[in-house]
Nanobody, 117 residues
């Protein structure tokens, strides 16, 4: 089992930065693909970024060039550095985990990110 807990959300002005963290527990953490998703009020949950066990990363077009995902397997941590934030980035951000091409089996409770103009 993998347990996930997000932190680091808050209120920031447009153009600012915020760093989200996801603390994970579980014996197989290093083998999982770790992802970040977000959900704004009244909208569907959307993919933001993922990082594979190899360290390879992928980003949605909306955040590419502004966000950076990273992981530290020794510390069982996944981070999302968010720069040049925009009001449309406002959402609850969720950390998630999966194996290979399977579904995201594990989810955190989410952390609120609010970007004001």
């Amino acid at each position: 089992q993998v347990q996930l807990v997000e932190s680091g959300g808050g209120l920031v002005q447009a153009g600012g930065s915020l760093r989200l963290s996801c603390a994970a527990s579980g014996r197989t953490f290093s083998s999982y693909v770790m992802g970040w998703f977000r959900q704004a009020p009244g909208k569907e949950r959307e993919f933001v970024s993922h990082i594979r066990s190899s360290g390879s990363t992928y980003y949605s077009d909306s955040v590419k060039g502004r966000f950076t995902i990273s992981r530290d397997n020794a510390k069982n941590m996944v981070n999302l550095q968010m720069n040049s934030l925009k009001p449309e980035d406002t959402a609850v951000y969720y950390c998630s985990a999966r194996r290979g091409t399977g579904p995201y089996d594990y989810w955190g409770q989410g952390t609120q990110v609010t970007v004001s103009s």
